[in-house]
């Protein structure tokens, strides 16, 4: 398994501003994704961490308002850009130990736009 | 692409009852099936997953089984407890590689 921390735990933020939430893992792992959870639904996944590589984002998420840094094996930084109220959400990293191995998730990041 | 199917959305057991959530899903290429739980304020847990090759896999009160035939799997619960609250997750890894989750089960342990 692997322990994952996330900062911070919750933000509330005003609008027009932007955020950047930092993953860390207590060991070195192949994938690092992040995902958004908004309030009662399911997980959405916005984009996969490549390290020293552009990330790979899905469809309907861009570059522009997720910006995703993934500077080694340990650690990868989800930044919202320019919020609005509709970002408001939880934010979750999650990492594979091994590709196509069991996935493991942060605890999440509280995100509140007003 | 794949798509997973979650049933039921919310379910109430009594305390010490079973409690079974069912999901299906459309690859028949999927080998590998976790389930999640999600307590409030907090990131989805893994509790039990099953590969393709296994008709069911148990730990404790918790199982899981799969039909692959069917294209459908379960989490079943035993002696439910108050602390079995929470949202449950399914999920399986689709063709390209990618996990897709379940819309979640509210599960409520009534007293």
């Given at each position: 398994s692997a322990v994952i921390s996330q900062k911070p735990s919750r933000d509330i933020c005003q609008r027009g501003t932007s955020l950047t939430i930092q993953c860390q893992v207590d060991s070195q792992v192949t994938m690092m994704f992040w995902y958004r959870q908004q309030p009662g639904q399911s997980l959405t996944l916005i984009a996969t961490a490549n390290q020293g590589s552009e990330a790979t984002y899905e469809s309907g998420f861009v570059i522009d308002k997720f910006p995703i840094s993934r500077p080694n094996l340990t650690f990868s930084t989800l930044t919202v850009s320019?919020?609005?109220?509709?970002?408001?959400s939880i934010y979750l990293c999650s990492v594979e130990v091994a590709v196509g191995e069991t996935q493991y998730f942060g605890p999440g990041t509280r995100l509140l736009v007003l | 692409g794949e798509n997973v199917e979650q049933h039921p959305s919310t379910l109430s057991v009594q305390e010490g009852d079973s409690a079974v959530i069912k999901c299906t899903y459309s690859d028949s290429a999927s080998n590998y099936f976790p389930w999640y739980k999600q307590e409030l304020g907090k990131g989805p847990q893994l509790i039990i997953d099953i590969r393709s090759n296994v008709g069911e896999k148990k730990d404790q009160r918790i199982a899981v089984t799969l039909n692959k035939t069917a294209k459908h799997f379960s989490l079943h619960i035993t002696e439910t407890q108050p602390e079995d609250s929470a949202v449950y997750f399914c999920a399986c890894w689709g063709r390209d590689d990618k996990i897709i989750f379940g819309k979640g089960t509210r599960l409520h342990i009534l007293p």
């Open positions: 320019n919020m609005s109220p509709e970002d408001s | -």
